[in-house]
């Protein structure tokens, strides 16, 4: 009896790699019907590991006993962007390129609550995610290594799940991308607060911390009407959900961080321009001093109910430099969208806008951009069309008022 078993549960193993891993398996109903005894099902599942493919989220191998598990998957975004500039001296520009592709690998090993995430993306060639993490209970879960640090909500949500085919302006200009550090997470009272706090390098993704200081990051959600996960689009929500969340990040950066800082944290490459205009300590010195402190603040409003979603967010950068006057800058966005179509086809529009009124301020902070967006689902996020139109309002530079139109085709298999 015990070799039938086992070829049936091979069998059964195969067929469950087409599938979606939902289907009970054939020791399963065996042991329900009273077919074959509790021994016997033990006997049968003791080294009988399972493998399965649910759309999106990749294929996953687990042992039975759960202490182990892998899921690997991966996501491609294709994108044409046709540019028509304002400036007459400037070509158009018509252009395919692969905007992301990336893969992952995570899971847990020898203990449920202890997993691990890696990423990788291709198209940068970067590593993105690499950490280590335990949950000790719902409300205490801690990670080591290279993730995002708690900052505004767009960007900690996932850009395969945007209502455009890219994040905002305001999001562009003053979010810190990954880095590496320590970081705990949790939720209340089945996620009517959560939180995230943590303590990195500082200065982006795969970059080591020259000195001995550190960004530190905290965030808070409420979402008084239940959870409410990070996604921009809304599918078949019938009750309403809301989330009102803020972030606090503060930081140093110092001459000897000139050269070692990643072009993954907006914040220094865009907000600062450190990477364009800096290129030397000598050049930063002669700008700021020997350090720049810097805190970033931001809040949001996002809601979905019955096809219509909303999201509002507001950043807030507060510069204070070694030398030169301090100055603040900041940004915001609104964005809606509806499904005429449930599940299929959805509008969008959005405005965002970075500025600043004081003259210590980098030059750019005088930029808006108004968008409306299509969006196509085949398979909601997991294969899908996206189309948007930008006009950016640039009243910094003359001759800057650019229309840009894009298509993005995104596949997560």
């Known amino acids: 009896m015990k070799r039938m078993l086992c070829i ?24 329900e019907k009273g077919v074959i005894t509790e021994e016997d099902y033990k006997e049968a599942v003791k080294n009988n590991d399972m493998a399965f493919y649910k759309p999106g989220k990749g294929i996953t191998v687990e042992t039975r ?14 994108l044409y962007t046709y540019t028509d ?54 409300p205490f879960k801690l990670a080591g290594g290279q993730m995002k640090p708690a900052q505004a909500r767009q960007e900690l949500n996932s850009s395969a799940k945007s209502l455009f085919v890219d994040r905002s302006l305001a999001n562009d200009t003053f979010n810190v991308g990954r880095d590496l550090g320590v970081q705990a997470s949790g939720n209340f009272a089945d996620h009517l607060v959560e939180y995230i706090v943590g303590g990195f390098n500082g200065n982006g993704p795969n970059e080591n911390n020259v000195g001995d200081d550190h960004m530190f990051a905290i965030r808070i959600d409420v979402n008084p009407l239940g959870p409410v996960s990070k996604d921009e689009s809304s599918f078949g929500n019938e009750d309403l959900l809301l989330n009102i969340g803020g972030s606090f990040i503060s930081s140093t950066f110092t001459d000897g961080d000139v050269g070692n800082v990643s072009g993954d944290n907006d914040v220094y490459d865009v907000a600062f321009n450190i990477d364009g205009n800096f290129a030397s300590s000598a050049a930063f010195n002669a700008e700021f001093g020997s350090e720049l402190e810097w805190d970033l603040y ?7 109910w019955r096809g219509a979603t909303f999201g509002a967010e507001y950043y807030l950068l507060d510069a204070s430099p070694d030398e030169g006057g301090d100055f603040d800058a900041d940004g915001y966005y609104i964005q809606g969208g509806y499904m005429i179509l449930p599940d299929t086809l959805e509008l969008a529009v959005r405005y965002s806008a970075i500025e600043s009124d004081d003259d210590d301020a980098p030059e750019q902070f005088d930029e808006q951009q108004y968008q409306f967006g299509v969006n196509y689902y085949l398979a909601k996020h997991n294969a899908k ?4 139109y930008t006009h950016v309002n640039d009243d910094e530079n003359d001759d800057a008022d650019d229309n840009i139109v894009r298509l993005q085709a995104q596949l997560i298999f």
Request: glycine fraction near 6%; include cysteine.
């Open 8 to 31: 049936a549960s091979a069998a059964v193993a195969l067929i469950g790699m087409c599938g979606t891993g939902e289907a009970k398996s054939l020791e399963e109903i065996l042991r």
């Open 385 to 388: 069309l996206q189309a948007d």
């Open 298 to 304: 931001t809040a949001n409003l996002h809601a979905r």
């Open 85 to 138: 500039f304002d400036d007459s001296a400037e070509d158009d520009s018509s252009s395919f390129s692969i905007k992301r592709m990336k893969v992952w690998l995570q899971g847990n090993a020898f203990l449920k609550d202890l997993t691990y995430r890696f990423q990788y993306d291709f198209k940068s060639e970067n590593l993105e995610d690499a950490y280590i993490a335990y949950k000790f209970a719902e």
């Open 65 to 78: 006993d759960g202490k182990f598990s892998a899921n690997v998957g991966g996501r491609m975004q294709v």
